[in-house]
């Protein structure tokens, strides 16, 4: 006996959609692994052909829709492609611009430097809300999957579903993503290549959340933390362009780490590296950048490596100091 199957046409402002954010837009309660099942046994196809999940619509062309899936409970409307309420359409762009990589699971943006990635007190306006407020761009809601500071630009990894975010949080937790920075740093660290261990302990300031390291009696509320440094160039002895690689993620680690070896990150208001800079024509903003992310893929079990370009004021540093991003690469991460 045949079961009943429903065939709609799509719009034409639904052209260029992916398949699967086109079905979590008309059928919002079918999951990315249950529509993946309903394309491999042919119950789902367009225009009487199989295709793939991420195959991409035209105007006009029919989708074949299985009783399975037009019976199941409606939870909500389906989102707009509009932008939502709260949500401008430069925000929007805003976002689109940050991608430097996505596929089906994962998205890797180039945070801008000076906005938040989280919202807080008093901060309404972050990269997390712009995020949710696009979910009929990716079709689900994008989750962050760890964190960087306002000031700090570059890398910044989030997932597309939550099956995703589960199995990239289990990747950070083993430790198995390899992140490296760079940063301009006052002085010049002694030795040239090392490893801090300091652990950290959060403590309030008059400009706000901050941290030190820990002392002796506070080891219950300490929070271990490990940093592997290399200077890449100095510039005589008043600065030095260093790859930092964090093995812990704490908050504010790589600037109180570099402040605790007296080399504070140049523009870093909180740890000392916005006072008497290396040459009067720097921008005072902090001079942290995630360069690099390396990771297994979630899914595939490939490889995701993805690297940032220096966001505007550092190239502006690095031009006035002679020093040149594309000649030096990167070694391969150690996890």
């Given at each position: 006996?045949?079961?009943?199957?429903?065939?709609?046409?799509?719009?034409?402002?639904?052209?260029?959609?992916?398949?699967?954010?086109?079905?979590?837009?008309?059928?919002?309660?079918?999951?990315?692994?249950?529509?993946?099942?309903?394309?491999?046994?042919?119950?789902?196809?367009?225009?009487?052909?199989?295709?793939?999940?991420?195959?991409?619509?035209?105007?006009?062309?029919?989708?074949?829709?299985?009783?399975?899936?037009?019976?199941?409970?409606?939870?909500?409307?389906?989102?707009?492609?509009?932008?939502?309420?709260?949500?401008?359409?430069?925000?929007?762009?805003?976002?689109?611009?940050?991608?430097?990589?996505?596929?089906?699971?994962?998205?890797?943006?180039?945070?801008?430097?000076?906005?938040?990635?989280?919202?807080?007190?008093?901060?309404?306006?972050?990269?997390?809300?712009?995020?949710?407020?696009?979910?009929?761009?990716?079709?689900?809601?994008?989750?962050?999957?760890?964190?960087?500071?306002?000031?700090?630009?570059?890398?910044?990894?989030?997932?597309?579903?939550?099956?995703?975010?589960?199995?990239?949080?289990?990747?950070?937790?083993?430790?198995?993503?390899?992140?490296?920075?760079?940063?301009?740093v006052k002085g010049v660290p002694k030795p040239h290549q090392g490893k801090i261990e300091a652990p950290l302990v959060k403590a309030a300031g008059p400009d706000g959340d901050r941290v030190r390291k820990a002392l002796p009696g506070e080891q219950e509320v300490a929070m271990h933390a490990t940093t592997?440094?290399?200077?890449?160039?100095?510039?005589?002895?008043?600065?030095?362009?260093?790859?930092?690689?964090?093995?812990?993620?704490?908050?504010?680690?790589?600037?109180?780490?570099?402040?605790?070896?007296?080399?504070?990150?140049?523009?870093?208001?909180?740890?000392?590296?916005?006072?008497?800079?290396?040459?009067?024509?720097?921008?005072?903003?902090?001079?942290?950048?995630?360069?690099?992310?390396?990771?297994?893929?979630?899914?595939?079990?490939?490889?995701?490596?993805?690297?940032?370009?220096?966001?505007?004021?550092?190239?502006?540093?690095?031009?006035?100091?002679?020093?040149?991003?594309?000649?030096?690469?990167?070694?391969?991460?150690?996890?």
């Amino acid at each position: 006996m045949s079961e009943r199957v429903q065939t709609i046409k799509v719009k034409t402002d639904e052209a260029g959609l992916r398949l699967d954010r086109w079905f979590r837009l008309h059928f919002p309660d079918v999951g990315y692994v249950y529509l993946q099942k309903l394309l491999r046994t042919g119950q789902v196809r367009v225009d009487s052909k199989r295709v793939a999940a991420n195959a991409r619509l035209e105007a006009g062309s029919e989708v074949r829709v299985p009783q399975v899936v037009q019976s199941a409970p409606k939870k909500a409307a389906a989102p707009s492609l509009k932008p939502p309420m709260g949500l401008s359409k430069a925000d929007r762009d805003r976002i689109e611009k940050m991608i430097i990589y996505e596929d089906d699971h994962v998205l890797v943006l180039n945070k801008p430097f000076g906005i938040a990635v989280q919202g807080g007190t008093g901060t309404t306006r972050h990269i997390d809300g712009m995020l949710a407020g696009m979910a009929d761009r990716f079709g689900e809601r994008p989750r962050l999957v760890h964190r960087l500071d306002r000031d700090t630009t570059g890398v910044l990894l989030v997932a597309k579903h939550r099956d995703a975010a589960a199995k990239l949080g289990r990747i950070f937790q083993t430790r198995s993503a390899a992140k490296t920075y760079w940063a301009l740093v006052k002085g010049v660290p002694k030795p040239h290549q090392g490893k801090i261990e300091a652990p950290l302990v959060k403590a309030a300031g008059p400009d706000g959340d901050r941290v030190r390291k820990a002392l002796p009696g506070e080891q219950e509320v300490a929070m271990h933390a490990t940093t592997h440094y290399s200077v890449i160039e100095r510039l005589a002895n008043k600065a030095a362009w260093v790859s930092l690689k964090p093995v812990t993620g704490r908050q504010h680690q790589l600037r109180a780490h570099m402040a605790l070896i007296g080399n504070p990150i140049v523009g870093d208001n909180k740890y000392g590296g916005d006072e008497n800079l290396p040459a009067e024509q720097i921008e005072n903003k902090l001079h942290l950048h995630a360069r690099r992310l390396v990771l297994p893929h979630p899914f595939t079990g490939g490889k995701i490596d993805v690297t940032a370009p220096l966001p505007d004021h550092m190239k502006r540093t690095w031009e006035l100091l002679g020093l040149d991003p594309d000649r030096y690469l990167d070694p391969e991460p150690n996890h």
